[in-house]
């Protein structure tokens, strides 16, 4: 209080004294987002790098390789439990026998000389009670531990406790990881750094490890960089590009860097797709039980052919499995995949392709073209006769469509000649029923050009009309099924639509054709075996094999001919396969079983197949040696009173009369797999696969369950 009587106001919170006016305070600037609102956070790149860095060791052809424990190659010998644990009871208690005797005397005093001999009197025979009991009951521990030592490896306690014990109970441990040493871990790219890339290595170990870089964008620059190796690219170019851009270098023509989504699991450092797990079945040989089964290029290089009835399997655990794959190679710039199937069979969605190609829907984007982008009037011929008549020639490994070609190219040149280009299917139509105005159109177009050489080919297809045996009428049939109004926009040869050829199998191409086979059977499998046709074709006149091409069929039924067979065997030496399906093998004539099982590699035959059909698999898996074992019990007869009465005690105990066994080994050849075990052995979701790699390395029939 002042002297006047009044409160000071300084200070108090009524009424705070006014501070001088400063500068306004800045408030702080909060923290960068690491990415855009409701964006997951970028993850690290620990997962690929552990993915990248797992080994993969060496195996037999369709072993999944990623993380695989190689196992022996003879099963080892398992002991029955019951006499296992029978001989470590007994072991126990001739041990325990052993210590008594020992301990009670009735052995005698000569197990404690060795204690006598080497140690001096004055410790045995001091008044120190608690030394003494040290040095006498320590040297017994050391005989009880001895005995203990011999009865339990006689009686095999080990096995025992890593049988029944805690290491039974608890999950097997997670494998350690592994650890690349700094020169080989494949994530710091030793071969570019090798080569004086090493900026580049640098880069993308960095966005390796920054989580930037995907397993397709590491297989597709793996591709990229082979290429710099063979010559087909300049390492410049390579390193600019890996510098600029880094993991998403070398693109794609899509400009895609992966699928829109998986169903399989795969690893593209070893190219392998999981379609199962081999079964821990006795038919299989012991260093396959238990493990994955993968398929890769190696093994797709001489072809597969399935066979299974409806509702095994085929599609969803081996068609779209292995067609997933391939387009995943196609990203990395390894392969090129025509994938072939009714319409909604299940094959992807369209945003896994490139192309597709609809046939029969007006809303399809691209075009087949009818003749596989040939120019020359014979090859077009071949191809064509082939997907017509192809399934009419003579059902053995000399038959063929020669005629039906000499038909068709003595159309298709003079009008080439004439227009510039094929025929469209109305056309050719016209042509082979021998219509007079098109005939004669065509001869007036060709008079005085100067080419005799068409004028006699259209001659002699006049002169051939109406004779009997003339394949022009069957192929005016054939052609008939394509001149239908639901395909009046397609085969277009005018230029006017967009055409697909199987020509362009020189890139990484993903095309998905898909067939009208509901109201239109017979068209869609005379397109199956177009497609086919001149994909046997296209790949054998390819200048870069080294990018693998598979034609992928979800249906093959009547697409196997005699020329199909023969084009099939010459897949292997042009770096391409096909895979084909079938529900049962009577969709093949019988003469051609044996050659199509034969030029194929790997061979699989799905639940629920039929015994005729088994014995075809049985027949070309064949034959091997196995130790057979003959068991014979013979009854004994007592001689003796004592001895009959024992026999009638162990009867009344076991309630059977006394036996011998007899055992008989000898070696006799069995089939692999008989026809009456795959037709009834197989369980539901399983199937018996043989594979053969385009080396020659070959895999037995094997068990494998598809669900795994």
Known sequence: MDSDGTHDARGTHANPVPRPAGP????????????????????????????????????????????????????????????????????????????????????????????????????????????????????????????????????????????????????????????????????????????????????????????????????????????????????????????????????????????????????????????????????????????????????????????????????????????????????????????????????????????????????????????????DPDEAAAVLAEALVGDLAEPHQGGDTRRSTTVLAQLLGPFRAVHGRFPSVPELRQLLDGAPGALGALRTALEGSGQESLLRELDARERQLGHPGDAGGVLADRVALLDRPAFAGFFDTSGQSRPFSLTALDHPVRVRIDLPQRGHADASRMLARLVLAQFTASVAVREDRSLFACLVFDDATGVVTPEAVRGIQRLRSGNAGVVLTLRTLDDVPRPLRGPLLGSIGCRMALAGLTPWDGQDFAEVWGKEWIEARDVTDRQIIAETPAGKAVHMLRRVITGKAPTARAVTVRQVERERWSASELAHAVPPGHAVLSLTDVTGEHAPPLLVDLRG
């Open 24 to 375: 306004p305070e800045v408030p702080a600037a909060p923290p960068r987002p690491a990415g855009a609102p409701g964006m997951p956070p970028r993850p690290d790149g620990s997962a690929f790098l552990t993915w990248l860095r797992t080994p993969r060791p060496e195996a037999a052809p369709g072993v999944w390789r990623f993380g695989h424990t190689p196992r022996p190659e003879e099963e080892p010998e398992r002991i029955p439990g019951r006499q296992l644990l029978s001989g470590a009871v007994i072991a126990f208690l001739v041990g325990w026998l052993i210590w008594s005797l020992l301990w009670n005397g009735y052995l005698g005093g000569w197990w404690v000389v060795p204690l006598e001999l080497f140690t001096p009197d004055s410790w045995r025979r001091s008044n120190d009670r608690v030394g003494n009991a040290v040095l006498w009951y320590g040297y017994y521990t050391l005989i009880a531990l001895a005995i203990m030592l011999v009865v339990g490896r006689l009686g095999r306690w080990g096995e025992v406790w890593r049988r029944y014990g805690p290491p039974a109970w608890s999950p097997a441990a997670p494998a350690p990881e592994h650890r690349s040493t700094p020169g080989q871990d494949p994530a710091d790219w030793p071969e570019l750094r090798a080569a004086g890339a090493s900026d580049a290595a640098e880069r993308l170990a960095a966005e390796a490890r920054a989580g930037l870089m995907r397993d397709v964008d590491q297989a597709r620059i793996t591709r990229a960089w082979q290429g710099v190796r063979s010559g087909r690219h300049s390492l410049a170019a390579f390193t600019g590009a890996v510098l600029t851009e880094g993991s998403a270098a070398c693109l794609h023509p899509s400009g895609e860097r992966d699928l829109p989504a998986r169903l399989a699991r795969h690893d593209l450092v070893t190219g392998q797709v999981r379609l199962g797990t081999t079964a821990d079945d006795p038919r299989n040989p012991y260093a396959f039980r238990g493990t994955g089964l993968g398929l890769g290029p190696e093994l797709l290089g001489t072809s597969l052919l399935a066979v299974g009835p409806a509702g095994s399997g085929k599609t969803g655990a081996v068609v779209w499995p292995l067609a997933e794959s391939l387009c995943l190679h196609a990203l990395a710039g390894r392969a090129a995949v025509v994938v072939v199937g009714a319409a909604g069979a299940g094959l992807g969605p369209a945003d896994a392709y490139d192309v597709v190609v609809r046939i029969g829907n007006p809303e399809s984007v691209h075009d087949l073209d009818l003749y596989g982008g040939a120019t």
